[in-house]
Protein backbone atom coordinates (compact mmCIF):
# COMPACT_ATOMS: atom_id res chain seq x y z
CA UNK A 1 0.00 0.00 0.00
CA UNK A 2 1.42 3.85 -0.75
CA UNK A 3 1.97 5.84 2.36
CA UNK A 4 2.71 9.81 2.18
CA UNK A 5 4.36 11.38 5.19
CA UNK A 6 3.28 14.49 6.18
CA UNK A 7 5.76 17.02 8.38
CA UNK A 8 4.87 20.28 9.72
CA UNK A 9 7.67 21.56 11.85
CA UNK A 10 7.61 18.84 14.91
CA UNK A 11 4.80 17.16 14.37
CA UNK A 12 4.50 14.51 11.21
CA UNK A 13 1.84 11.92 10.61
CA UNK A 14 1.75 9.53 7.51
CA UNK A 15 -1.10 8.04 5.99
CA UNK A 16 -2.18 4.91 3.44
CA UNK A 17 -3.24 5.99 0.05
CA UNK A 18 -6.19 4.07 -1.18
CA UNK A 19 -6.69 3.56 -5.12
CA UNK A 20 -8.51 6.39 -6.18
CA UNK A 21 -7.47 8.30 -9.49
CA UNK A 22 -7.41 11.26 -6.97
CA UNK A 23 -4.91 9.42 -5.10
CA UNK A 24 -2.91 8.99 -7.79
CA UNK A 25 -2.60 12.24 -8.91
CA UNK A 26 -1.66 13.67 -5.36
CA UNK A 27 0.97 10.85 -5.18
CA UNK A 28 2.19 11.89 -8.77
CA UNK A 29 2.34 15.28 -7.51
CA UNK A 30 5.22 14.97 -4.58
CA UNK A 31 6.90 16.07 -2.89
CA UNK A 32 4.95 19.36 -1.85
CA UNK A 33 5.87 21.87 0.17
CA UNK A 34 3.19 24.59 1.43
CA UNK A 35 1.41 26.64 4.40
CA UNK A 36 -0.82 24.84 6.83
CA UNK A 37 -4.54 26.18 7.33
CA UNK A 38 -6.88 25.21 10.16
CA UNK A 39 -10.89 25.01 10.12
CA UNK A 40 -11.56 23.51 13.08
CA UNK A 41 -9.93 19.87 13.80
CA UNK A 42 -9.24 19.76 10.20
CA UNK A 43 -5.42 20.74 8.76
CA UNK A 44 -5.79 21.80 5.00
CA UNK A 45 -3.23 23.49 2.20
CA UNK A 46 -3.02 23.93 -1.23
CA UNK A 47 -1.14 21.42 -3.36
CA UNK A 48 -0.49 21.53 -7.46
CA UNK A 49 -3.65 19.24 -8.23
CA UNK A 50 -6.71 20.04 -9.87
CA UNK A 51 -9.43 17.70 -10.74
CA UNK A 52 -13.11 17.73 -9.87
CA UNK A 53 -15.00 15.58 -7.68
CA UNK A 54 -14.32 11.77 -7.34
CA UNK A 55 -17.17 10.40 -5.22
CA UNK A 56 -17.14 13.17 -2.43
CA UNK A 57 -18.56 13.65 0.19
CA UNK A 58 -19.03 16.22 3.15
CA UNK A 59 -19.55 13.73 5.63
CA UNK A 60 -16.02 12.65 6.72
CA UNK A 61 -14.87 9.86 10.04
CA UNK A 62 -11.51 10.92 11.69
CA UNK A 63 -8.47 10.75 10.21
CA UNK A 64 -9.68 11.07 6.74
CA UNK A 65 -7.40 12.76 3.73
CA UNK A 66 -9.08 13.89 1.37
CA UNK A 67 -8.46 16.62 -1.68
CA UNK A 68 -10.77 19.60 -1.50
CA UNK A 69 -11.33 20.46 -5.45
CA UNK A 70 -12.75 24.04 -4.76
CA UNK A 71 -9.56 24.75 -2.81
CA UNK A 72 -7.13 22.70 -4.79
CA UNK A 73 -6.25 21.43 -1.16
CA UNK A 74 -5.07 18.42 0.55
CA UNK A 75 -6.88 18.26 4.28
CA UNK A 76 -7.11 15.87 6.84
CA UNK A 77 -9.89 15.75 9.91
CA UNK A 78 -9.14 14.67 13.61
CA UNK A 79 -12.38 16.52 15.19
CA UNK A 80 -15.13 18.82 14.57
CA UNK A 81 -14.92 21.07 12.03
CA UNK A 82 -17.09 24.53 11.75
CA UNK A 83 -19.61 22.06 9.76
CA UNK A 84 -20.50 20.19 12.37
CA UNK A 85 -23.22 19.25 14.61
CA UNK A 86 -21.67 16.65 17.16
CA UNK A 87 -18.10 15.81 17.59
CA UNK A 88 -17.94 14.21 13.72
CA UNK A 89 -15.73 15.56 11.09
CA UNK A 90 -17.88 17.43 8.08
CA UNK A 91 -16.29 18.97 5.54
CA UNK A 92 -17.46 22.74 4.44
CA UNK A 93 -17.88 21.16 0.92
CA UNK A 94 -17.85 17.46 -1.06
CA UNK A 95 -14.16 16.27 -0.39
CA UNK A 96 -12.50 13.19 -2.43
CA UNK A 97 -11.43 11.05 0.00
CA UNK A 98 -8.19 9.27 -0.95
CA UNK A 99 -6.04 8.14 2.28
CA UNK A 100 -6.58 7.72 5.79
CA UNK A 101 -3.90 8.55 8.66
CA UNK A 102 -1.94 5.63 10.35
CA UNK A 103 -2.72 7.18 13.73
CA UNK A 104 -4.78 9.38 14.71
CA UNK A 105 -3.34 11.47 17.60
CA UNK A 106 -6.03 14.88 17.92
CA UNK A 107 -3.71 16.59 20.68
CA UNK A 108 -0.72 16.33 18.49
CA UNK A 109 -2.78 17.29 15.46
CA UNK A 110 -4.08 20.13 17.13
CA UNK A 111 -0.80 22.03 17.74
CA UNK A 112 -0.33 22.21 14.23
CA UNK A 113 -0.32 26.04 13.83
CA UNK A 114 -1.70 28.16 11.05
CA UNK A 115 1.25 29.26 8.62
CA UNK A 116 3.27 26.06 9.66
CA UNK A 117 5.30 25.18 6.95
CA UNK A 118 4.34 21.68 5.41
CA UNK A 119 6.66 18.92 3.64
CA UNK A 120 4.46 15.68 2.01
CA UNK A 121 6.42 13.17 0.93
CA UNK A 122 6.00 9.35 -0.45
CA UNK A 123 6.62 7.66 2.68
CA UNK A 124 9.75 6.01 0.98
CA UNK A 125 11.82 8.65 -0.19
CA UNK A 126 14.13 9.36 3.18
Not at 4 to 24: C, H, K, M, R, Y
Not at 61 to 89: H, M, N, Q, R
Not at 107 to 121: D, H, M, R, T, Y
Request: hydrophobic letters at 40%; a negative charge; aromatic letters at 8%.
Amino acid sequence: MRRIELSFGQVTVTAALNDSNTADLVAGALPVESRAQRWGDEVYFGIPVETGEEDAQADVDFGIVAYWPPGKALCFFFGPTPASTDETPVAASPVNIFGRLTAIEPEKLKKIPIGENVKVLKADQH
